[in-house]
């Protein structure tokens, strides 16, 4: 059973950066499909930055610049470095996993199966 475990979540100041982390279990990294989604309160569910089944890295364009996403296979986990965080960011963070997909599919939180807990991000101004 695959599990997904998100930290690194915390309240921080505008400018400030956050590294999230997300830990699986059960699943070792593969061609399938990650990515970190966020939901604001009131607000529908957003992709942030994902990989696909070429390891191409697609980010949102709210967060162009600002995010770096890597993954440590050894330790199947997959981090999102987010870097100048505005207030708009704040938002419960999640990662998922898909099956094989390319492109802006990434971005799209109902083709992911598999998801986390989430972590918070609070970004005050």
């Known amino acids: 059973q695959v599990q997904l475990v998100e930290s690194g979540g915390g309240s921080v100041q505008a400018g400030g950066s956050l590294r999230l982390s997300c830990a699986a279990s059960?699943?070792?990294?593969?061609?399938?499909?990650m990515g970190w989604f966020r939901q604001a309160p009131g607000k529908e569910p957003g992709g942030v930055a994902g990989?696909?089944?070429?390891?191409?890295?697609i980010s949102a364009d709210s967060v162009k610049g600002r995010v770096t996403l890597s993954k440590d296979g050894a330790k199947n986990t997959l981090y999102l470095q987010m870097n100048s965080l505005k207030p708009e960011d704040t938002a419960m963070y999640y990662c998922?996993?898909?099956?094989?997909?390319?492109?802006?599919?990434?971005?799209?939180?109902?083709?992911?199966?598999?998801w986390g807990q989430g972590t918070q991000v609070t970004v005050s101004s």
């Open positions: 998922a996993v898909g099956g094989r997909c390319y492109g802006q599919i990434v971005l799209m939180d109902n083709f992911f199966v598999t």
């Open positions: 059960g699943y070792t990294f593969s061609d399938y499909c």
């Open positions: 990989i696909d089944s070429d390891g191409g890295i």
